[in-house]
């Protein structure tokens, strides 16, 4: 059985924070897959059997039954899927999960959370219940941007750090740290406090993110990939500094990476996953 996949953007003001809602229901490729760390956050509310999170290598593995919060990782985690699934959930841009937590994102980073320990347990029991009975995932994911909407909060620094990384974004993270102080009129350090706290990260973490996904989407699998010249284009020193970098955020050395996509093609061509999650390997 394939998995049915069913997404779309969110209305403003939401769409300034989240990349997109979506409903994915049916057996995974994989009982366990990786995802490398990317510059974005996950918000899931599940709908199905209790699924599995290990937030890198030193963790142990947790389950989660009501869902889960994700902020921007640092790392590559593990994703433990029952063998057959169903959730709604909210692909969020880097700032955008801060209007909707409790806490700082800086206290979430690399520890996925339980829905019920960010939004409280008789607030999620309604809403699983509300989305467990809707007539579809159209309504399911109206029911949850109705939910998001009613949560939205105004934050302090927000625009500033949305503003920021926006231009880090742009250029794929090859930008100068220094020269955003300057452009945002702030100091370092106030910068860097208002990052952790809405984001979880650094600016320098960002950057760094979001060059590593900018070229790791750069590489065609099922073509000839010249190293070198991958490495130079992304802004790394070198061939062994691209090589570092890979394996910390993978856990993967990248021809090892390549094998796996490989795989992932290979054994399911045109599944909704393929592009960023891996076989654990």
């Known amino acids: 059985m394939r998995m ?3 997404s779309r953007v969110p209305r403003p003001p939401l769409d300034g924070l989240i990349d997109d809602l979506y409903y994915l229901a049916g057996a995974p490729p994989y009982a366990l897959l990786t995802l490398p760390p990317a510059p974005s956050a996950l918000l899931v509310v599940n709908l199905g059997a209790p699924f599995r999170v290990r937030a890198g290598t030193d963790v142990e593995t947790a389950e989660y039954a009501d869902g889960c919060v994700v902020s921007m990782p640092t790392r590559a985690w593990e994703f433990g899927y029952p063998r ?4 709604v959930g909210v692909h969020v841009k880097p700032w955008g999960l801060a209007p909707f937590l409790p806490m700082p994102a800086a206290e979430l980073c690399d520890r996925p959370v339980t ?27 109206t029911l949850l941007e109705e939910e998001l909407m009613r949560r939205l909060t105004e934050l302090p620094g927000l625009g500033l750090v949305r503003h920021t990384s926006s231009v880090i974004a742009a250029a794929n993270g090859a930008v100068a740290i220094g020269d955003l102080n300057v452009a945002a009129g702030v100091s370092s350090t106030h910068l860097t406090q208002r990052f952790k706290e809405l984001i979880g990260v650094t600016p320098k973490r960002l950057a760094r993110t979001h060059r590593f996904t900018a070229t790791v989407f750069a590489i065609d699998p099922e073509g000839p990939i010249d190293w070198g010249d991958l490495a130079g284009g992304a802004g790394y020193f070198d061939q062994a500094h691209f090589g570092h970098e890979f394996r910390e955020f993978t856990g993967f050395t990248p021809t090892r990476y390549v094998e796996v996509r490989r795989r992932f093609m290979r054994d399911h061509p045109g599944h909704v996953f393929d592009g960023w999650p891996l076989p654990a390997d």
């Not at 057959?84 to 959730?87: H, I, K």
């Not at 019920?116 to 399911?140: K, S």
Request: glycine share 6%; no cysteine; proline share 6%.
């Open 115 to 141: 829905l019920e320990q960010v939004w409280g347990r008789p607030a999620v029991a309604d809403l699983r219940d509300r989305l467990a009975t809707a007539d579809g995932p159209h309504e399911m994911l």
């Open 84 to 87: 057959r699934t169903r959730s």
């Open 4 to 6: 049915e996949y069913v």
